[in-house]
């Protein structure tokens, strides 16, 4: 009796693990958005967060940064903007009220976020964000990610893009794109384009040095 009742449990744990690990065959955005709508336990909070991915993969943001700034975008929803406390913030991401304080500022910094000082703090998102500069230095160095990853080893790959995107040249580029951010003029789209250009053949060119062709092939 007894080696047949744990028979029984261990049969029920197996049922319940597999439920689990039955694949789902849906698209993720399809099932994502079924995910969001669900609501057999609870009405709070329902639906979802349209972040971009050249948000979410975007380089010169930290973790924290990222996680901040979806949390904003989340709680502004339909409206263009919102005002949830650091505290409300920092239970949503899993940390403490001054580290959200502390990458706040440096969303505020980077123009990534509008801070307006009330009781609590305002938040509103910059015009122009599909052009911002740290997004667009970012998809430039994806796009020159692709276009070499198959000639090194990943973990070097990785290893060297992180050295990159903390180097002075890169944060010279950002800046060069953020004062031509800044202005906004219509002639500014060429001068763009020179800088990103530029820009990868900095890339190229750091590319060549770290990995010479007796290495790469």
Same mark, same amino acid.
């Given at each position: 009796m007894i @080696?047949?009742?744990?028979?029984? /449990?261990?049969?029920m744990k197996t049922r319940t693990t597999d439920f689990w690990l039955i694949k789902s065959t849906k698209a993720a955005n399809v099932? $994502?958005?079924? /995910?969001?709508?669900?609501?057999?336990?609870?009405?709070? @909070?329902? %639906? *979802?967060t349209i972040v971009p991915q050249k948000l979410h993969r975007c380089y010169g943001l930290n973790e924290y940064e990222k996680l901040i700034l979806v949390d904003i975008i989340a709680y502004m929803s339909d409206k263009d903007e919102c005002y949830p406390t650091m505290? $409300?913030?920092?239970?949503?991401i899993g940390c403490s009220s001054k580290t959200v304080e502390r990458h706040i500022k440096k969303l505020e910094d980077k123009k990534l976020i509008l801070v307006s000082q009330s009781k609590n703090n305002t938040y509103s998102l910059p015009n122009y964000l599909h052009v @911002?500069? *740290?997004?667009?230095?970012?998809e430039k160095t994806h796009?020159?990610? %692709?276009?070499?990853r198959k000639q090194v080893n990943e973990r070097e790959l990785t290893l060297w893009i992180q050295?990159? /995107?903390?180097?002075? %040249? *890169?944060?010279?580029?950002?800046?060069r794109l953020q004062r031509l951010h800044e202005?906004?003029?219509?002639?500014d789209k060429f001068a763009e384009t020179e800088i990103l250009d530029s820009y990868a053949q900095y890339l190229t060119t750091a590319f060549a040095k770290r990995f010479p062709l007796d290495v790469n092939g």
């Amino acid at each position: 009796m007894i @080696h047949q009742s744990k028979r029984k /449990v261990h049969q029920m744990k197996t049922r319940t693990t597999d439920f689990w690990l039955i694949k789902s065959t849906k698209a993720a955005n399809v099932y $994502m958005d079924e /995910v969001a709508k669900e609501s057999n336990f609870t009405e709070k @909070h329902k %639906g *979802y967060t349209i972040v971009p991915q050249k948000l979410h993969r975007c380089y010169g943001l930290n973790e924290y940064e990222k996680l901040i700034l979806v949390d904003i975008i989340a709680y502004m929803s339909d409206k263009d903007e919102c005002y949830p406390t650091m505290e $409300m913030i920092a239970r949503n991401i899993g940390c403490s009220s001054k580290t959200v304080e502390r990458h706040i500022k440096k969303l505020e910094d980077k123009k990534l976020i509008l801070v307006s000082q009330s009781k609590n703090n305002t938040y509103s998102l910059p015009n122009y964000l599909h052009v @911002h500069p *740290y997004l667009l230095l970012s998809e430039k160095t994806h796009e020159f990610i %692709g276009s070499v990853r198959k000639q090194v080893n990943e973990r070097e790959l990785t290893l060297w893009i992180q050295v990159v /995107v903390n180097s002075d %040249g *890169y944060t010279a580029y950002t800046a060069r794109l953020q004062r031509l951010h800044e202005r906004r003029f219509s002639t500014d789209k060429f001068a763009e384009t020179e800088i990103l250009d530029s820009y990868a053949q900095y890339l190229t060119t750091a590319f060549a040095k770290r990995f010479p062709l007796d290495v790469n092939g």
